[in-house]
């Protein structure tokens, strides 16, 4: 009924920006919190960054100042920017949407994108 599907992951440098988009589509009447999570090889996911349908924000404190997060909610879609990439940064990267969906007895449910890898080499 509802996708995600992230976009602009890749290869950079240290010190190197990417951003990252990942758009919802399917049966939504509204999308409440996105967020971008991360996992590296070995490790748990984490959250990296949410947004809430009114624009108010929260970033893990490893990327703050780094990474900035903002929607568009005409397109259904969340981005994460990133600046200043470190290598420990390196990661597959998901975002996750609470979407209320369109149906006859509307409910929420949080959707999963199927990941982007991002890499960063030193």
């Known amino acids: 009924q509802v996708q995600l599907v992230e976009s602009g992951g890749g290869l950079v440098q240290a010190g190197g920006s990417l951003r990252l988009s990942c758009a919802a589509s399917?049966?939504?009447?509204?999308?409440?919190?996105m967020n971008w999570y991360r996992q590296a090889p070995g490790k748990q996911r984490e959250l990296v960054a949410a947004i809430t349908s009114g624009g108010s924000t929260n970033y893990e404190d490893s990327v703050k100042g780094r990474f900035t997060i903002s929607r568009d909610n005409a397109k259904n879609t969340v981005y994460l920017q990133m600046n200043s990439l470190k290598p420990e940064d390196t990661a597959v990267y998901y975002c996750n949407a609470d979407v209320v969906v369109k149906s006859s007895l509307p409910y929420e449910y949080r959707y999963w994108g199927q990941g982007t890898q991002v890499t960063v080499s030193s």
């Open positions: 399917g049966s939504i009447l509204s999308i409440n919190l």
